[in-house]
């Protein structure tokens, strides 16, 4: 039953962009002090991402019901996948309607992608589950911290600048805590992918470069974590 619900979660995931408005980021007059080209925000290309995870995702819900239906290992990384999954299906929609909603809704949407990771990064082959999985966290680690950031400084909580630094620095502490826990290589990369996305949206400025330094970091991490496998 879970592997089914699972795979009902991921549809209605994969549809979502096409039966909403889609979302490129949050626009700027949804803020009271409108958030033009915000710092904290990546390129608009990263988002490009997305594709990928849709398919993967849906991709590993089908192979779950095909060959893992009852498997207790996947059962226990099933439960907390489909809450964030349910909770997505939905996210799109109400991005467009309250920032606030949204951000709340995204870090659900987070907890339940690392709860799923970390349950299931024991299962093989890793295309089939930990993957997808660890490529889904690891945006969302960023678009999570890009959410309150955007929130902080649209609501006069402080400089736009200040919000980025702050909040990129979050993602690098939650992102290095995550990938050292899991171990899951898909993970770093959506992550540094949306480093760099920061980086091109900044050029080398002092968001820019922190966010440069970042990608580094979780990088070189990643591949450490790889080696083993090597």
């Not at 979502?16 to 915000?38: H, L, N, S």
């Not at 171990?183 to 959506?190: H, L, M, R, S």
Request: some cysteine.
């Amino acid at each position: 039953m879970k592997a089914i619900l699972l795979l009902v979660a991921a549809i209605a995931f994969g549809i979502a962009p096409f039966v909403t408005e889609g979302f490129a980021g949050f626009r700027p007059d949804q803020f009271p002090v409108p958030q033009d080209d915000a710092p904290v925000q990546p390129a608009g290309y990263a988002f490009s991402i997305w594709s990928v995870i849709y398919v993967w995702l849906l991709l590993s819900a089908v192979v779950g019901v095909w060959r893992h239906r009852d498997d207790a290992a996947w059962d226990a990384a099933r439960v907390p996948m489909i809450v964030s999954l349910c909770v997505g299906a939905f996210w799109i929609k109400v991005a467009t309607l309250s920032v606030i909603w949204a951000t709340v809704l995204i870090w659900v949407m987070l907890l339940g992608a690392l709860w799923a990771l970390i349950a299931g990064r024991t299962i093989t082959p890793g295309w089939e589950f930990s993957w997808p999985t660890g490529l889904y966290a690891g945006w969302l680690t960023a678009a999570s911290c890009v959410s309150i950031g955007l929130l902080g400084a649209g609501y006069g909580f402080g400089p736009a600048q200040s919000w980025a630094i702050a909040m990129i620095l979050v993602a690098l502490v939650l992102g290095v805590t995550v990938l050292r826990a899991s171990g899951i290589w898909t993970y770093g990369v959506a992550l540094a992918w949306a480093l760099i996305g920061i980086l091109v949206a900044n050029g080398m400025s002092v968001v820019g470069g922190l966010a440069l330094g970042g990608a580094v970091v979780i990088a070189a991490l990643t591949l450490r974590q790889l080696r083993p496998a090597a």
